[in-house]
């Protein structure tokens, strides 16, 4: 079992208030993702990590932001979060190279009332 | 732009039976393949993967089976359980992951 974390698990807040998702792992993995799905439907990429003090944004435009300043940590925030916000975030991370395995996090679910 | 996709969103399947989900790709480019598992409420969780250069791949109660020609890619269950439901998702590698829509798999008792 993979050893990534995700705080909260679910959220329920505002309009217009700053909120931060936290996700770490513990095995030593260079590259991080973010990703957004909706229930029962694909995932989509909106950012993604290869390393610390490298982020790149992902297939799907979204409004948060993220930062890598620890390799074992990659978290997402959202400045000011609305109701379009609502969804589940996904969080994963992969060794790099050639072995693009990913591992994922329990997820967020988000709630923007 | 080129996508990956299930050709059903849902499977029904009786316990001990064998279930198939199916996966077509389009991008021919593609050389690595996963399918993850995510159950209700949970992360997707890695089944198993192919390269291109490999047309079988067996895992436990687990195949899955690459065809090139057509672009298919297939998981085989065997003796399905009821723990096996959830959702089944195929991704290919073009670098980065790309993810197909998925199938949900129930299993009756």
């Known amino acids: 079992e993979a050893d990534i974390y995700q705080t909260p698990r679910y959220l329920v807040i505002g309009t217009g208030k700053k909120i931060t998702l936290e996700c770490s792992q513990t095995m030593g993995h260079d590259k991080m993702y973010w990703y957004q799905q909706d229930p029962g439907m694909e995932l989509h990429l909106i950012h993604y990590s290869y390393g610390v003090n490298s982020t790149e944004k992902g297939d799907l435009s979204s409004e948060s932001t993220v930062s890598r300043i620890r390799t074992e940590h990659f978290p997402l925030t959202l400045e000011s979060a609305r109701p379009s916000h609502t969804s589940q975030y996904l969080c994963?991370?992969?060794?790099?190279?050639?072995?693009?395995?990913?591992?994922f996090g329990p997820g967020t679910r988000l709630l923007v009332l | 732009g080129e996508s990956v996709g299930l050709h059903l969103p849902t499977l029904s399947v009786q316990e001990g039976d064998n279930s198939i989900i199916n996966c077509a790709y389009s991008n021919s480019a593609s050389d690595y393949f996963i399918w993850y598992k995510q159950e209700s409420g949970k992360g997707p969780q890695f089944i198993i993967d192919i390269r291109s250069n490999m047309d079988k791949r067996q895992g436990q109660r687990v195949t899955v089976l690459l065809n090139k020609t057509v672009k298919h890619l297939s998981l085989q269950i065997a003796a399905t359980q009821p723990g096996d439901s959830a959702v089944y998702f195929c991704?290919?590698?073009?670098?980065?992951?790309?993810f197909g829509k998925g199938t949900k798999l129930t299993v009756n008792p």
């Open positions: 991704a290919e590698t073009r670098p980065k992951l790309v």
């Open positions: 994963a991370s992969s060794v790099g190279g050639a072995e693009e395995t990913q591992y």
